[in-house]
């Protein structure tokens, strides 16, 4: 596959989270002027605490997905999809079920009506999730984003009806999950049915199992990491520090969703060819390079203006306190990013554990954080503990030892010392948004702050990558 194709299919998937970002947005007027940050809170805990949940049913059976289907051929690829819809069914049922039991046994406050009917959407999402495998499995491109956009405007819409005409307020929310996710999954069916549904095979589910397994464990991890903060600000601190931490948490996640999920997209298809030529490998460090010196300048332009959108949007001004994190969870994202990295490599040469210990390593840290620090400072707390965790597991994941990459591993210290002075650079900015809150100073900051980074790009000999030949010869 070309670089050039690479790059297009980049574009073409940044369509359907741009597409959700923008509904998410068009939204938040509504949720500011029909939800109190209380109420916001709760439904971030609701949702919080499903995706943990949906995350055991996931089972790791996603990267499992990739790793089979290169040893299969084409026509096998329906079966494998089927397996993988058993498993996680089956998992989340069981999973649902004792919900609803403890729920019945009167334990309110650990299994409510709106955690049940949330959890439920997602598991039928399941079906969604994997039409949308199969989309990128066959490079479907066009069907793929068909199905995104339809979701996400069914979600628009159907959050619009219940929160401006009923008063069911955060189960409204739920409510408008569970439907979209329902209408999706039926409506494309007929078009997908002979891809994503075939025979189901006990011997391969329990392989998918055994494989998907040991990343269950890492995978929880993470959510630990980007998660857990909600719980521990309910518990020792108020759900209005919660909503308003989750709304600045929104808001933060656009860099993650323009610059690091849609890359990802494009990108985990192409990383599992990469490691088979030294070729490709070479083409995975210059992308790898590009990555960790063009995230970090981005967050400093972008920011002022997502800041700008905010205020725009927000009806009620009380959440504007939420929004003072925004640089801090930017930025954890963006070494989220780089671990992602790393992890395709271990996973290539079967170095599962290494990244299971990074996560198990990282999630106890950011724990043991959350502990020490919420109590104390709220949201400051939580958004510490989330970026010096993810700083963590990058840093634990990128000196594990491949003897195979060594030789590409050359002036990485470079993008370290990058990468730190942006650290830096993010705390500074952080304080001009306490001691001014005006856009006026925080925007020339911010942009002053990009500056400094282009200087270091030339400063460090960071500037020669050859952007042109990536997109013109063969990656591998």
């Known amino acids: 596959m070309q670089a050039k194709k690479f790059l297009k299919n980049l574009s073409l998937y940044t369509l359907e989270p741009v597409v959700f970002k923008l509904v998410s947005f068009l939204l938040i007027p509504i949720y500011t002027a029909y939800l109190l940050p209380q109420e916001f809170g709760d439904l971030q805990y609701i949702i919080s605490i499903a995706t943990f949940l949906k995350s055991i049913t996931t089972f790791g059976l996603s990267t499992a997905f990739w790793k089979f289907r ?50 439920t959407a997602l598991l039928i999402k399941t079906f969604s999730e994997n039409y949308l495998l199969i989309c990128r499995a066959y490079n479907k491109v066009n069907l793929y984003l068909s199905i995104s956009i339809l979701q996400t405007l069914l979600f628009f819409g159907l959050n619009y009806y219940f929160l401006s005409q009923t008063n069911l307020k955060t189960n409204g929310v739920v409510l408008a999950y569970l439907i979209a996710f329902v209408l999706i999954t039926i409506a494309f069916f007929p078009i997908l049915r002979y891809k994503v549904f075939g025979k189901i095979n006990l011997s391969q589910i329990k392989r998918l ?3 998907g397994g040991p990343l269950l464990l890492g995978n929880l991890s993470i959510l630990v990491m980007s998660i857990s903060d909600r719980w521990f600000l309910k518990t020792l601190s108020t759900e209005a520090e919660l909503g308003l931490y989750s709304y600045g948490y929104k808001f933060s996640d656009l860099i993650a969703t323009f610059f690091i999920y849609t890359f990802q997209l494009a990108w985990t298809p192409i990383a599992w060819k990469a490691f088979s030529t030294e070729q490709g490998r070479s083409f995975f460090f210059k992308v790898e390079r590009i990555i960790m010196v063009f995230f970090p300048s981005i967050i400093f332009l972008i920011i002022p203006f997502i800041l700008l959108l905010a205020r725009i949007m927000t009806v009620n001004p009380e959440f504007n306190k939420g929004l003072n994190i925004i640089y801090i969870i930017a930025f954890s994202h963006i070494f989220y990013a780089y671990y992602t990295f790393n992890s395709v490599k271990n996973l290539y040469y079967n170095k599962k554990k290494n990244i299971i210990k990074a996560n198990i390593a990282s999630a106890s840290f950011n724990l043991l954080l959350n502990i020490l620090l919420i109590g104390k400072f709220g949201m400051w707390g939580a958004a510490i503990a989330t970026v010096l965790s993810y700083i963590l597991m990058y840093i634990i994941i990128e000196f594990v030892q491949i003897p195979e990459l060594d030789q590409f591993k050359a002036k990485r210290h470079k993008l370290f010392i990058f990468n730190g002075i942006s650290f830096i650079l993010v705390i ?15 925007t020339p900051v911010s942009f002053v702050s990009a500056g400094i980074l282009v200087g270091m790009i030339y400063l460090l000999r960071l500037n020669d990558i050859n952007l042109k030949d990536l997109m013109n010869k063969k990656a591998f």
Do not use: P, R
């Open 209 to 211: 199992l055994h494989f």
């Open 70 to 119: 290169s040893d299969l051929e084409e026509k096998e690829y329906a079966s494998l999809s089927t397996n993988i819809i058993v498993s996680q069914f089956f998992i989340g049922s069981l999973i649902c079920s004792i919900l609803v039991i403890i729920y019945l046994s009167g334990f309110n406050s650990m299994a409510s009506v709106g955690l049940i009917l949330y959890f």
């Open 428 to 442: 500074t900015n952080t304080a001009c948004m306490l001691f001014f809150d005006s856009l006026m100073y925080i």
